[in-house]
């Protein structure tokens, strides 16, 4: 019997991922006045994508020349070009930022929450069912 089914491993991810976007959006405010600073966004699709093992069509390399378009190692951070551009050539809405770093805490909180909820199952089970949770 499996202790600790996929659940766990799936709620860690989304933690982990929660984390690296939380660091990403926090960099963005801290630069929303630094000029031509271009807004940054984690690619949460793509890393879904990575932690629950769908490979993407990869394309063929056919010279040893040509570099790989694996992404096994590093985080997807991509440029967010969805808001307009400054005079200063800065990108980043202070206000629509602060939004999407509030909605990435829910979703940690709502995570954490979860596994919370997880670990108190596995301990009233550990106890027989006595205690409740």
Do not use: C, W
Not at 11 to 20: G, R, T, V
């Amino acid at each position: 019997m499996k202790l600790f089914d996929a659940t766990f491993g799936a709620i860690e991810k989304k933690l982990d991922m929660s984390l690296k976007r939380h660091a990403v959006l926090s960099g963005n405010i801290a630069n929303h006045e630094t000029p031509n600073y271009k807004a940054r966004e984690y690619d949460f699709a793509g890393e879904v994508e990575k932690a629950m093992g769908v490979a993407s069509e990869d394309l063929k390399i056919t010279s040893p020349k040509h570099m790989t378009t694996t992404t096994s190692g590093g985080s997807h951070i991509i440029h967010d070009n969805s808001m307009p551009v400054g005079a200063d050539g800065n990108n980043v809405d202070l206000d629509i930022a602060m939004g999407k770093l509030s909605a990435n805490s829910r979703a940690y909180s709502g995570a954490l929450n979860m596994l919370t909820i997880k670990l108190k199952m596995l301990k009233s089970a550990a106890q027989g069912g006595r205690g409740g949770f």
